[in-house]
């Protein structure tokens, strides 16, 4: 489900992304939603589905750390309006990382598209991409095809078995068409 920030405090609506699943009776989302010119605090900022409708109030998240060795969290925590029911929205928690290795085949269905791709590296100590200088933890996977930033928290998933793999949280176009990824492991959520 495609969701955005609601203006907030002067601060103009965020971009799209994809609602990743619930944990714990919130549901979750990528740090995309918070990320914006002077880093303000977003907590009680309504998330809004495409259609404008306000599904819930972001009640936690962690800005990027730029202290080195320390590591970034890149979810977004909102609790879900009243309305909302929970039963339809996928885990967005495994309780272990898969047994896979690299060169695994995987997934990411957002709508009606599905882009395919492979894990070129198991999880690792990363530099987070948007420029903020501190590091997180993913799976580096190259998409065949041009996946957009509004698929970020999308799901990524194994094809072998359909398990999930995590949440797409960065994308980077390559001259050729394909895609740079990272993946925060769902073990981690």
């Known amino acids: 489900m495609a969701i955005f920030r609601g203006s907030y405090l ?10 990743y699943g619930k944990k714990d009776g919130s549901l979750l989302a990528p740090i995309d939603l918070v990320l914006a010119s ?6 009680g900022a309504p998330i809004r589905d495409e259609g404008g409708v ?33 039963d339809p929205i996928p885990d967005g928690f495994q309780s272990q990382s898969p047994n896979i290795g690299q060169n695994a085949s995987v997934s990411l269905k957002v709508g009606l ?15 987070y991409p948007e420029g ?3 590091v997180v933890v993913a799976y580096v996977v190259h998409f065949n095809s041009t996946v957009k930033d509004r698929k970020h928290g999308g799901r990524v998933l194994l094809n072998n078995d359909g398990s999930l793999l995590g949440m797409l949280i960065y994308t980077q176009e390559q001259p050729n068409g394909t895609t740079r990824a990272l993946v925060y492991p769902a073990h981690l959520v």
Do not use: A, H, W
Not at 57 to 83: A, D, H, R, W
Not at 113 to 127: A, N, R, V, Y
């Open 38 to 43: 002077g880093l303000p605090v977003f907590i």
């Open 54 to 86: 306000q599904i819930g109030v972001i009640n936690n998240y962690t800005l990027p750390n730029t202290t080195p060795g320390n590591l970034s969290n890149p979810i977004v925590s909102i609790t879900p309006e009243s309305f909302i029911d929970l």
């Open 10 to 19: 002067g601060f103009p609506r965020s971009e799209n992304c994809q609602l």
């Open 113 to 127: 598209t599905m882009d395919t791709g492979t894990i070129k590296e198991l999880p690792s100590q990363l530099p």
């Open 132 to 134: 903020l200088g501190s």
